[in-house]
Nanobody, 119 residues
Framework: QVQLVESGGGLVQPGGSLRLSCATS????????MHWVRQAPGKGLEWVAA???????????GYADSVKGRFTISRDNAKNTLYLQMNGLKPEDTAVYYC?????????WGQGTQVTVSG
């Protein structure tokens, strides 16, 4: 059974930091490209960041312009876990954050974790 379980969300003041985690099971984590995607209230899905499968020498991490320089995506293939370190949070970062696994025609989604940035 495939599972992706996000955690680490919460309420934080502007300028603060949070670290999201996505614990996975039921599929070969290291073979999948992994993404963070968010959905703000009343808006559609917004891609946030991606990291290549494997995480070896051909390491790739990409970011939306809105988070570049503030967020860092990483993965631990030994723990089958994806991370998103979020620094310098802004009110416009308020959203439900989802992890998304992608490999060829297979894709899986987590249930999301709420991040609220408010003073």
């Amino acid at each position: 059974q495939v599972q992706l379980v996000e955690s680490g969300g919460g309420l934080v003041q502007p300028g603060g930091s949070l670290r999201l985690s996505c614990a996975t099971s039921g599929f070969t984590f290291s073979s999948y490209w992994m993404h963070w995607v968010r959905q703000a209230p009343g808006k559609g899905l917004e891609w946030v960041a991606a990291i290549n499968a494997g995480g070896g020498p051909a390491f790739y991490a990409g970011y939306a312009d809105s988070v570049k320089g503030r967020f860092t995506i990483s993965r631990d293939n030994a723990k089958n876990t994806l991370y998103l370190q979020m620094n310098g949070l802004k009110p416009e970062d308020t959203a439900v954050y989802y992890c998304h696994a992608e490999f060829l025609r297979d894709e899986y989604w987590g249930q999301g974790t709420q991040v609220t940035v408010s003073g």
